[in-house]
């Protein structure tokens, strides 16, 4: 079957913010029902939602139940919103995932979150925070750079800023601001060959064009005044992470092609 008219032109509507802690029922159904059409074991993923809300699993889950009525009505009916809190869909999804190991499963469900607008995805078995086109596009191809060139360590923290992003029920943001400004520290201090310097003190020598030494010089102040030096009452909220995160790894991969 091909794609629907609104996915081939692209006219689906666009809100005004990506949800975070919804699971709309609309997306329950449809993740039902691309899970059955993809002959995903019912028996598996029972027992992954039953995990999942932490459950004794009702008699329409047991296995024989499943393998006897072989139909998804069980599933559907627990993940719907008077069975199944929302965090709890994606608990279900991260374990199922994780459990089958399919990367074209995780493509399918990540485009049911594109569609339904969630501002999550799934990679590798993991749930993590999802951004815009810009966010994603510019923190992938980072992640790309630092792998290809075997720079495991920047990677890392800058895998472990997104996850501090995706900490729920309240991101932290100063974890993720610390973590994206370290995988830059990272990459700067193996560009440099000075492994005992700080992103401060190496900045002027790694030849960024004029305004982009002064920008880093700026973005380094701001991790370290925001994010490294606690200051009583001063917080920083997700959208100010966010958006340090996606200027690191523009940095990123910038001093990578640099290189």
Same mark, same amino acid.
């Given at each position: 079957?091909?794609?629907?008219?609104?996915?081939?032109?692209?006219?689906?509507?666009?809100?005004?913010?990506?949800?975070?802690?919804?699971?709309?029922?609309?997306?329950?159904?449809a993740?039902? !029902?691309?899970?059955?059409?993809?002959?995903?074991?019912i028996?598996?993923?029972?027992?992954?939602?039953?995990?999942?809300?932490?459950?004794?699993?009702?008699s329409?889950?047991?296995?024989?139940?499943?393998?006897?009525?072989?139909?998804w009505?069980?599933?559907?009916?627990?993940?719907?919103?008077?069975?199944?809190e929302?965090?709890?869909?994606?608990?279900?999804?991260e374990? =199922?995932c994780?459990?089958?190991?399919? %990367?074209?499963?995780?493509?399918?469900?990540?485009?049911?979150f594109v569609?339904? %607008?969630?501002?999550?995805?799934?990679?590798?078995g993991?749930?993590?925070?999802?951004?815009?086109? =810009?966010?994603?596009?510019?923190?992938?191809?980072? !992640?790309?750079?630092?792998e290809?060139?075997?720079?495991?360590?920047?990677?890392?923290? =800058?895998?472990?800023?997104?996850a501090?992003?995706?900490?729920?029920?309240?991101?932290?943001?100063?974890?993720?601001?610390? !973590?994206?400004?370290?995988?830059?520290?990272?990459?700067?201090?193996?560009?440099?060959?000075?492994?005992?310097?700080?992103?401060?003190q190496?900045?002027?020598? =790694?030849?960024?064009?004029?305004?982009l030494?002064v920008?880093?010089?700026?973005?380094?102040g701001y991790?370290?005044?925001?994010?490294?030096?606690?200051?009583?009452?001063?917080?920083?909220?997700?959208?100010?992470?966010?958006?340090?995160?996606?200027?690191?790894?523009a940095?990123?991969?910038?001093?990578?092609?640099?290189?």
């Amino acid at each position: 079957m091909t794609e629907p008219f609104s996915k081939r032109f692209g006219v689906l509507p666009k809100p005004p913010q990506l949800l975070r802690t919804e699971a709309p029922l609309k997306m329950r159904s449809a993740l039902v !029902r691309m899970l059955s059409e993809n002959n995903v074991d019912i028996c598996v993923a029972a027992e992954a939602l039953c995990k999942a809300e932490r459950k004794i699993p009702p008699s329409y889950l047991t296995t024989s139940y499943l393998r006897k009525r072989g139909d998804w009505d069980g599933v559907e009916i627990q993940l719907s919103k008077s069975q199944a809190e929302w965090y709890e869909v994606f608990d279900f999804i991260e374990i =199922l995932c994780t459990q089958l190991g399919s %990367h074209e499963l995780e493509q399918k469900i990540n485009e049911l979150f594109v569609e339904f %607008h969630i501002g999550w995805k799934v990679l590798d078995g993991r749930i993590e925070t999802r951004g815009d086109e =810009l966010f994603e596009s510019t923190v992938q191809s980072a !992640r790309g750079n630092l792998e290809s060139a075997g720079r495991l360590t920047a990677k890392a923290e =800058l895998e472990e800023a997104l996850a501090s992003l995706s900490h729920r029920p309240i991101p932290d943001s100063r974890g993720a601001i610390s !973590r994206s400004i370290g995988a830059l520290e990272a990459l700067a201090k193996d560009i440099t060959k000075e492994p005992n310097a700080t992103l401060g003190q190496i900045i002027k020598r =790694l030849d960024l064009p004029q305004p982009l030494e002064v920008a880093a010089t700026k973005l380094w102040g701001y991790a370290s005044d925001q994010a490294r030096h606690v200051t009583e009452g001063v917080t920083p909220n997700r959208a100010e992470a966010a958006f340090v995160i996606q200027v690191c790894a523009a940095f990123i991969s910038y001093l990578s092609k640099s290189d």
